[in-house]
């Protein structure tokens, strides 16, 4: 044999493969591969090698690569040699080229002047060889360069140049549809080639171009039938035949085209419903072949307008692949039953006993398309029966990827046509505990959506049964080990939410549990934060109730080790529960009203809610706020000035200018010399996120182009005039910013959030206050009751928060250690552009945060989760889900009360319930009937010798 | 499409790998791996396809060689069959009763006569004669260009003398 192998080869490379080929274990082999890695590495570095030796190496380094280990060092050897004159090298280099290189590699820009030049050869197989490298090789961006030389070839006058060339436009077709878009009419002209090989080739590109736009390829259809009825008719030349079958892969090609081009179009259909016919009956059944094109005839049946006739033999041939003994007709048989049970439900029927059997094989790529073929049919009548086995399936595999793609299904079906709360709670609990981690998180915060929306509007014990039954299986699994995160999220979600919503489990019962469930998994961030939450909520629910609310010690233990938490999210979380436990109940009740995270929160940018106050504090003598773009424009104020001469229209801005006059007011100067080198920094900052975020760095020396700013920018103004008040902003721009920063590093955070939000709009009214009258703050944000010293160190705390973020995003550590005084002096600031002139630092790194991108992202996850703060954005998505869910509901609560499961299954296949008692009986039957020896035994059991042949 | 095509032995070891899709090292060792070890614990008895990433993998078993092809999800499982089958039928007429050593020391060969059968991923030609044909010429071709090669080495071997 290996005398066969002696084409130039070396006895050294003789004798590599043989040792490899003796190589006793992996170690072993990797031994000699390493060896020969170095070996070729010197000699290809050395000076004098012959083309021939390098051709062997060249050969080695192919082999080297295949045995799975990296021969880059020898890429460009391989470039080298395709620029060869003599085509023995350059085959020898392309094929090592085409096997080393992905499109992507650097090395094709050095490849692609050889292609351009071997693509002008007069030798036909230089161009063959060429056009193989093109189809590998060329990528979008050297599309261009060889372009029209494909298409000069398509008019070649060797067929295997024209048909290499077809192909090669297809790659690029599928590489960058726009650079071949014009070329459609050269596919259509070559669909007439001489050549069968040309013309099959051909329909490779037409197939894609269809898929994408079947209307402009309508007039092809007698074309396509034509050609398939010449074919069915043995018109191509003999050695076309397979198997005695006609051209078969051309055949199938044909049917593809065709089940597109027919689908949903009566007129286009009706001109195939004869082949389709001659050719079904035609095929031979007993060959490999033959059942493939019976197999592409049923999908183009199952796809095209319908036609009774041709469903009937497409539902006989399914039977025949179903009963017969090969498991890659079984296979076949199933995929096409789903295929056609979208257009002749009845037809699975009769087919139960062969699926069930499907259902039960040991074969999984079997089992697995059954499981495709049972999601098609899930009805709310066999879901809990489908639903069962997917899951027990689920459990008894370890492949991720397929994991993940049942758990998903199993979610899907049971949200779709769950029959009873219990048993979607229960069903969710499954999936969760067994690929919780492996699910997207979407799914998760879906199951929060469904347990907070319910089944519908209307239903509201319903929805309260759900939860109780939601809560109730959730303190049973809490305790477990090993759960995932994102299941332990949801629990506490909904533990936090409904947990003492029934009355059934006292409070301290649940936050022990949370408190339990955040420690056993310390190192969750995320749970953690989750169970924080939820007690808060928790707590929050029992003060508004009117309850006394005595912390467990594990609790306090947990809050104070969070206080400290490195994360920052965590902390605020620990001290915004403090905060809250500490206040009486009406304040408590309006920060978290028991059961609103379905309520719609709505963000108003405009702030168009502090307009009241600006006003007052205007009248008041307060600065007016400048956008900052007009801020900016300040930096050089000569300039400025004659600007406004020029065009007296901006009335508005040119009293703005005025400020640089009184830089300090005259109301408060002596607070303001201790807080202002601190303070201020940040703020200013803040106020360009928010109003201004298209402003991405505001620099000083941009005064030149300040008045194009101007007038182009259609910022509106906030507040009718453009006025300045520097507590107003800063503080607003504080929380928002704040709770935007949660939101976005959490994509799922959840209600809380935004109450806290809502506390943080009421105190935002009144914070800037502060400073000016302390008690009116104190007595609208905590009601009379509460000591006016606490509230005071509340407020210190809010603000603190507000600010410990902005130090971490603009790296003012400083910042917060005067965050008390910035609540009381605000007022007397001076007005910011003096500060962006003096800090211009910190006013351009500041910007880089975008508050309005953050804005952005704080709505899109709204839609993961629940309402939260956004309103608008998440709702639309919400009907959708909960109307399908309504719809169900319906139908499920009447299945509740039977609760026939092991009979769904059945009750669906049957379409007449009292046909059969249940599928245990059933499949017992069948056992028995196999045992008497009636059931058909395959009809071919020589059929796929010659696979194992 | 045909994602990839690959031959593996009996032992797990790679005869042939041509990718079709990009695929880096790591991921292509990484696909030897993983469906070496689910094709060839397969039984024979079952069938011949397997999902895989998305993805379709069909096999065929011939003596101690498994030649798998890597599809879509809505390509044809059984046409695929053939085209493997088309494929050792030619290896098998080229090689004259094909067996796994053959592919072992001419693995180029083969790498050649399967680049005139798939291009691009797709079949490109089910016609044996053409595919011979075309193969034959290159053949011829090679033959030519190395006896001139010789030639030449042997013209300038005398002048040098």
Not at chain 1, 20 to 30: L, P
Not at chain 1, 550 to 559: A, G, H, N, R, T
Not at chain 1, 779 to 786: I, R, V
Request: net charge negative.
């Amino acid at each position: 044999m290996s005398s066969q192998g002696g084409f130039g080869q070396s006895k050294e490379f003789l004798d590599l493969i043989k040792s490899i080929g003796e190589a006793r274990s992996k170690a072993e082999e990797d031994r000699i591969v390493l060896r020969e890695i170095d070996t070729l590495k010197a000699r290809l570095s050395s000076p004098n090698i012959t083309k021939f030796k390098l051709k062997e190496y060249l050969m080695r380094l192919i082999y080297v690569e295949m045995l799975g280990h990296d021969a880059s060092f020898g890429y460009i050897h391989a470039v080298k040699m395709t620029h060869d004159e003599s085509l023995l090298l350059k085959r020898t280099g392309y094929l090592a080229v085409t096997l080393f290189l992905n499109e992507d590699h650097d090395l094709i820009i050095l490849i692609v002047n050889t292609i351009q030049k071997d693509l002008r050869s007069d030798n036909y197989l230089v161009v063959c060889a060429a056009l193989n490298a093109v189809c590998r090789l060329i990528n979008e961006e050297t599309i261009p360069a060889v372009l029209p030389q494909v298409v000069e070839l398509l008019g070649h006058q060797k067929e295997a140049v024209r048909k290499k060339a077809v192909m090669a436009l297809h790659r690029f077709y599928q590489r960058a549809p726009g650079s071949v878009s014009h070329l459609i009419s050269n596919f259509r002209k070559r669909l007439c080639d001489n050549d069968p090989g040309v013309m099959a080739a051909t329909l490779c590109p037409l197939f894609d171009l269809i898929t994408i736009d079947v209307n402009s390829f309508k007039d092809l259809v007698v074309s396509f039938v034509n050609i398939l009825k010449q074919v069915a008719e043995r018109r191509l030349p003999k050695s076309y035949d397979y198997h005695q079958m006609p051209a078969p892969f051309i055949q199938i090609k044909l049917l593809k085209i065709l089940s597109l081009l027919g689908n949903g179009d009566k007129k286009s259909s009706e001109q195939m419903y004869t082949i389709l016919g001659d050719i079904m009956r035609k095929c031979d059944s007993a060959s490999n072949i033959g059942n493939a094109v019976l197999y592409e005839c049923i999908c183009c049946v199952c796809s095209i307008h319908p036609n009774p006739k041709l469903l009937e033999s497409a539902a006989d041939t399914i039977s025949k692949f179903l009963k017969g003994d090969s498991h890659n007709l079984k296979y076949l048989g199933i995929d096409a039953l789903g295929l056609l049970i979208r257009i002749s439900p009845e037809i699975a029927e009769q087919h139960q006993l062969a699926v069930i059997d499907c259902l039960e094989d040991p074969d999984d790529t079997l089992k697995r398309k059954t499981f495709d073929l049972l999601y098609k049919m899930t009805k709310s009548s066999n879901v809990e029966v489908i639903v069962d086995r997917m899951i027990d399936y689920m459990i008894s595999i370890n492949d991720h990827h397929y994991k993940t793609e049942i758990a998903s299904r199993c979610v899907e079906l049971a949200e779709q046509f769950a029959p009873s709360n219990q048993w979607f709670i229960q069903t969710m609990n499954k999936v969760f505990e067994h690929a919780g981690d492996l699910v997207n998180t979407k799914v998760a915060h879906n199951l929060m959506r469904l347990i907070a929306e319910g089944f519908g509007e209307d239903d509201n014990t319903a929805d309260s049964q759900l939860r109780s039954s939601a809560v109730e299986s959730y303190l049973r699994i809490i305790g477990e080990p090993k759960l995932p995160s994102t299941f332990l999220q949801v629990i506490c979600w909904v533990l936090g939410e409904y947990g003492t919503a029934d009355g059934k489990y006292s409070a301290s019962y649940i936050t022990g549990k949370l408190c339990d469930a955040a420690e056993a998994h310390s190192t969750d961030d995320t749970v953690k934060a989750y169970a924080v939450t939820a007690l808060m909520k928790i707590y929050s629910f029992e003060i508004a109730a009117g309850r006394k609310v005595d912390m467990l010690p594990e609790c306090q233990s947990l809050v104070e080790e969070l206080l400290a938490s490195h994360s920052t999210d965590l902390q605020q979380r620990a001290y915004e529960l403090q905060a809250i436990i500490c206040l009486d109940a009406h304040a408590v009740e309006n920060i978290m009203p028991m059961d609103a995270n379905c309520e719609d929160i709505e963000i108003d940018k405009n702030l168009s809610f502090l307009d009241a106050y600006v006003q007052e504090s205007l009248e008041k003598g307060a600065q007016p706020y400048i956008p900052e773009d007009e801020r900016s424009g300040l930096s050089n104020i000569s300039n400025f000035r004659s600007q406004d001469h020029e065009s007296s229209i901006h009335a508005l801005r040119f009293e703005a200018y005025e400020l640089p006059k009184f830089p300090v007011p005259p109301k408060a100067p002596s607070i303001l010399s201790s807080s202002v080198e601190l303070v201020p920094v940040p703020e200013p900052s803040y106020v360009a996120d928010v109003h201004q975020p298209a402003t991405s760095a505001l620099t000083v020396s941009n005064s030149g182009s300040s008045e194009l700013k101007l007038r182009l920018d259609g910022v509106q103004k906030k507040w009718g005039r453009p006025a300045f008040s520097s507590t107003t902003p800063s503080t607003s721009s504080g929380d928002t910013f704040e709770s935007n920063n949660g939101t976005t590093r959490h994509e799922s955070i959840s209600s809380t959030k935004s109450k806290v939000h809502d506390v943080s709009y009421d105190s935002r009214k009144l914070q800037p206050e502060i400073s000016t009258e302390k008690q009116k703050l104190a007595a609208s944000l905590f009601g009379g009751a509460s000591k006016s010293d606490r509230k005071q160190s509340y407020t210190g705390q809010k603000v603190s928060k507000t600010n410990s973020h902005g130090a971490d995003k603009s790296n003012l550590a400083k910042v917060a250690s005067s965050s008390d005084n910035a609540a009381v002096i605000p007022t007397s600031q001076p007005p910011p552009d003096l500060l962006d002139l003096g800090e211009p630092s910190v006013t351009s790194s500041a910007p880089s945060v975008d508050p309005f991108k953050q804005l952005e992202g704080l709505l899109d996850p709204t839609q993961d989760t629940t309402k939260l703060s956004s309103g608008g954005v998440g709702v639309p998505n919400a009907p959708d889900i909960m109307s399908l869910y309504a719809d169900m509901s319906l139908s499920g609560q009447s299945t509740t009360v039977a609760n026939p499961p092991p009979n769904a299954i059945k009750t669906h296949l049957a379409k007449q319930p009292s046909k059969g008692p249940n599928v245990q009986e059933f499949l017992e039957k069948d056992a028995l009937v196999r045992q008497v020896g009636v059931t058909p035994s395959g009809q071919n059991p020589n059929l796929f010798k010659d696979l194992l042949g | 499409m045909i994602h990839f095509v690959l031959l593996i032995s009996q032992q797990g070891k790679v005869r042939l790998a041509k990718w079709y899709s990009p695929y880096s090292q790591k991921e292509r060792s990484k696909v030897i791996r993983e469906l070496g070890g689910t094709i060839l614990s397969r039984g024979p008895k079952l069938c011949k396809f397997v999902e895989w990433r998305g993805y379709k993998v069909v096999y065929r078993r011939y003596a101690g060689l498994y030649f798998c092809m890597c599809i879509n999800h809505e390509d044809n499982e059984l046409e695929t069959l053939d085209i493997i089958h088309h494929f050792v039928v030619i290896l098998d007429r080229y090689f004259g009763n094909v067996c796994e050593l053959d592919l072992i020391f001419n693995f180029h060969k083969a790498y050649y006569i399967l680049d005139e059968i798939l291009i691009a991923g797709e079949l490109q030609e089910s016609n044996k004669k053409t595919i011979e044909r075309l193969i034959d010429a290159q053949d011829l071709l090679v033959e030519t260009a190395k006896e001139e090669a010789n030639l030449i080495s042997k013209l300038i071997a005398q002048a040098t003398n």
